[in-house]
T-cell receptor
């Protein structure tokens, strides 16, 4: 999973600031997924993107959260006006285009957001 | 609504023992069942996976047992080692979707 690159690894933001988390998928992968992990909880799906398209955002909070995966550059998860409850580990994963390929997605090492 | 239920939440095993983690699901459309291993401060990594057309899959010390009629599957870690101490997540995908639904995770500690 080292092929999926996330940055920053750790981010501290004050309440009300914006957080931007970046994800570069594995080489050859064009599908990106964002998950959130809270302490004592599992991985919660947030959004699934392909280049320039949001495919499934059923897990995204309706307000303050947005995601994009532009034609060029990394995918970005943006959290506006952060609150303490946003403190969590955010994981990005990627998968290759087309086919089932074992339905496997590959995770990055995560970005830990702390809101103070 | 938790689509994949995982138990136990935590597990302590002695070195050399067998670790068993169980998962159950409701959605009969699920057709791919991966297990992920996560070490502290790291991302989840695929450990082993199974499709419902087989009842068991073994890779080294790790075995998945699958019971389609009961809609249950489990991970067995034979000869558990301290290096196996990690959080384990079961997951399920449906209909060729890449998006896995995860269980809540099991924190495994293997004592030397």
């Amino acid at each position: 999973n080292a092929g999926v690159m996330q940055n920053p690894r750790h981010l501290v933001r004050r309440r009300g600031q914006e957080a931007r988390l970046r994800c570069s998928p594995m080489k050859g992968h064009s599908h990106v997924y964002w998950y959130r992990q809270l302490p004592e909880e599992g991985l919660k799906f947030m959004v699934y993107l392909q280049k320039e398209n949001i495919i499934d955002e059923s897990g995204m909070p309706k307000e303050r959260f947005s995601a994009e995966f532009p034609k060029e550059g990394p995918s970005i998860l943006r959290i506006q006006q952060v609150v303490r409850g946003d403190s969590a580990a955010y994981f990005c994963a990627s998968s290759p285009p087309g086919g089932r390929s074992g339905n496997t997605i590959y995770f990055g090492e995560g970005s830990w957001l702390t809101v103070v | 609504q938790q689509q994949v239920k995982q138990s136990p939440q935590s597990l302590i095993v002695q070195k050399g023992g067998i670790s068993i983690i169980n998962c159950a699901y409701e959605n009969t459309a699920f057709d791919y069942f991966p297990w992920y291993q996560q070490f502290p401060g790291k991302g989840p990594a695929l450990l082993i996976a199974i499709r419902p057309d087989v009842s068991e899959k073994k890779e080294g010390r790790f075995t998945i047992s699958f019971n389609k009629s009961a809609k249950q599957f489990s991970l067995h870690i034979m000869d558990s080692q301290p290096g196996d101490s990690a959080t384990y997540f079961c997951a399920a995908n449906s209909g060729g979707s890449y998006i896995p639904t995860f269980g809540r995770g099991t924190s495994l500690i293997v004592h030397p």
